[in-house]
């Protein structure tokens, strides 16, 4: 399961809608979109805070979706 499947699920399991979750994180709805539609990742920063808002790991998170797997694990050798 991609990234912005996994959110989108977390999401809807908790009653939220898109608007909610961008005020809670303090970024735009069209933030929230891209990350849904797979067309954008969040900063490690939003993927703490989306894990505390869950109540899941950021292993949870991203596990699923090996190319965001791989970034992340890029960024780290730079």
């Known amino acids: 399961m ?9 999401r809807k399991k908790h009653n939220m ?3 909610d979750l ?3 994180l303090n970024v735009s709805r069209q933030a929230v979109y ?3 539609s797979n067309k954008g990742y969040p900063d ?3 993927l703490i805070e989306l894990s505390d808002i869950f109540n899941v ?3 949870e998170i991203i596990r699923s979706d090996d190319k965001l797997r791989e970034k992340i694990s890029v960024g780290d050798n730079e």
């Open 44 to 46: 490690i920063e939003n």
């Open 22 to 24: 961008s005020k809670r």
């Open 2 to 10: 991609k990234l912005g499947n996994q959110l989108k699920k977390l």
């Open 17 to 19: 809608f898109q608007e």
């Open 34 to 36: 891209k990350w849904e």
């Open 57 to 59: 790991t950021i292993d």
